[in-house]
């Protein structure tokens, strides 16, 4: 017998149906003899549609009683979808029984929107599953010392799933979703993309802070900090197919690098379109200049990610970084008011029209020349590298949006990933 998590996603959760199916999907792992924890996300749209309603009636100025009372807000969603289950699955015989996260309870820090877990108390679920029971814990909130409900920000369900898995020592932790699996690359950009049976946790980590989507980036540090084994799979394939077979459909993350069946020396290419660059140009180039420009930036909350500065001429030194989308304005007006004209830089100039493009793989920490045959694909398709930047398992350049798709489709054939068509 083993204790397994299911995490099971909005849009696996989005009608009665999708939730029967889902009663019926865990019920079948339960008579199987598995101790069954389901931490499902609200209903497809329910966490857009409560963010919306609460847009219409924001104050002018959003304070941090706003966001207590948003956290308030968008964590019945998921106490909704929970109980729902819960129904569905006592229709299918099942003993079950839900819990939001103050009931576990899951507690985490006081950052409203965007809480982290501190620790999980699991006694009460173990109880429960000790009772035969099947038990559902809310994903994507938890309680604060106080006693607030907090939410652990866009797609925290997957955090939450993890959390739950690490905290009760669970054997695996099995996130349902809408794709089957992790790509090489997002499909609807290149059809050949290939689903990876496994892929190593380092790489995950990678793919999903440089864009990838299938899973919130929190998630993936919680499953190496406290190595839960995850497997991302789909939520429609149909329920009553065989467990085996089940576990062989979807992607696994991995911490034995020797497992890997798949030796290729690049094993995905992510992409992220919603970044801007911006440029200080003509700063003299004396010590702390970096620190001047970044300072400012950080303490106004605002993420950097690729950064670079070149000299030009005369002692004055060009100074670019990216930043995302929705902040760039912010950036540029911080820039142009207050660090540039301190500094005696001569310009900020930005591109909010960029993109970035990354190829990830352990491999690249054995093989040489990698990067450089990613810059001559590139080249080879006239497109123009506007900033670099590596690390140990991946090298993301930074280029006009308009390539995008080029680049990518160009680099996944290039690096032998697209699918063997028979
Ligand atoms: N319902 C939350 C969201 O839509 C959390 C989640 O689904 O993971 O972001
Ligand atoms: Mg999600």
């Known amino acids: 017998m083993s204790l397994i998590v299911h995490k099971y996603g ?41 963010l919306a309603l609460a847009a219409e009636l924001a104050p002018q100025r959003p ?45 985490t820090d006081s950052s409203h929107t965007k809480a982290r877990i501190e620790s999980i108390d699991s006694e009460r679920v173990r109880a429960d599953l000790d009772d035969g029971r099947v038990v559902i814990v809310t994903g994507f909130q938890g309680i604060d010392e106080l006693g607030n409900i907090t939410t652990l920000g ?3 369900s997957d955090t939450s799933a993890v959390a739950i898995a690490a905290a009760m020592g669970a054997d695996e932790c099995l996130i349902y979703t809408d794709v089957d699996g992790v790509y090489t690359t997002d499909p609807r950009v290149v059809p050949a993309a290939r689903r ?22 929190r998630s993936v540090e919680f499953a190496g900090k406290y190595r839960v084994p995850i ?6 394939t149909p329920w009553d197919i065989d467990l085996a077979e089940e576990m062989q459909s979807g992607t696994l993350i991995t911490f034995e690098e020797d ?19 911006v440029s200080v140009l003509g700063v003299p180039d004396t010590p702390g200049i970096a620190y001047r420009i970044l300072g ?4 106004a909350n605002i993420e950097v990610d690729v950064i670079i500065q070149n000299i030009s001429k005369e002692g004055k030194a060009d100074f670019s970084f990216t930043v995302g989308q929705a902040d760039y304005q912010r950036t540029l007006d911080l820039l142009r008011e207050a660090v540039a004209p301190a500094m005696g830089a001569q310009e900020v100039v930005g591109d909010p029209n ?45 280029i006009d949006e308009k390539y995008l798709e080029l680049a990518v489709r160009a680099l996944h054939t290039a690096f032998g990933l697209d699918q063997q068509t028979a």
């Open 10 to 50: 909005g849009t696996s959760m989005g009608s009665p149906e999708r939730i029967r199916n889902v009663a019926r999907r865990v019920t079948k792992w339960a008579r199987a003899g598995h101790q069954i924890v389901v931490v499902p996300s609200a209903m497809s749209g329910e966490t857009n549609r409560l």
């Open 63 to 107: 304070s941090a009683a706003y966001h207590r009372e948003l956290d308030m807000l968008a964590a019945t969603g998921e106490q909704a979808s929970s109980a729902l289950l819960a129904i569905a699955l006592q229709a299918e015989g099942m003993d079950s029984v839900s819990y939001a996260g103050w009931q576990v309870p899951v507690r």
């Open 154 to 156: 866009r797609g925290g």
């Open 196 to 217: 990876l049976h496994t892929v190593s946790f380092e790489e995950m980590l990678e793919m999903a802070s440089l864009g990838s989507k299938v899973l919130q980036i």
């Open 231 to 236: 497997r991302v799979l789909s939520s429609f």
């Open 259 to 277: 497992e890997k069946m798949e030796q290729a020396v690049v094993s995905g290419i992510a992409f992220n379109r919603g970044e801007a660059k």
């Open 296 to 299: 400012p930036v950080a303490d």
């Open 354 to 398: 960029i993109c970035k493009v990354s190829i990830v793989g352990i491999g690249m920490r054995s093989h040489v020349g990698v990067a450089s045959k990613m810059f001559r694909v590139l080249s080879e398709e006239g497109i123009n590298i506007q900033m670099i930047s590596t690390s140990e398992i991946k090298t993301s350049v930074v």
